[in-house]
């Protein structure tokens, strides 16, 4: 899943309330600087990402962001477009917006 939008729209809480959905009660952070926090949640292994440091997309291959890609896992991508080709494809697209106190949310 590709979590879009500028700075401080939510991408991180929208990740934990999924994650709290699913049964997680653990704290959850912002992978800003680690990059990656995994989770595991019953059989589910489930990997929050922040690409937002990123300095080129290549750091993801030194990262080895292919272990993480396995079957039965869920990808939760903030900022996936500083990936480039490494991005894995998402199945759904999230798109954040500020709409005045509130926040706009498009799913593709």
């Known amino acids: 899943m590709h979590l879009c939008g500028d700075l401080g729209v939510g991408k991180t809480t929208l990740v934990r309330g ?27 292994k489930i990997y929050h990402f922040d690409f937002y440091r990123l300095g080129d997309p290549e750091e993801l291959e030194y990262l080895g962001i292919r272990d993480y890609l396995e079957e039965n896992m869920i990808a939760l991508i903030e900022w996936p477009e500083k990936g480039g080709t490494f991005t894995p494809t998402p199945n759904i697209q999230i798109q954040l917006f500020h709409h005045g106190e509130a926040r706009l949310l498009i799913i593709n």
């Open 18 to 44: 999924f994650l709290r959905a699913l049964g997680h009660t653990g704290i959850v952070k912002s992978p800003t600087y680690t990059i990656v926090e995994p989770y595991q949640i019953g059989d589910r």
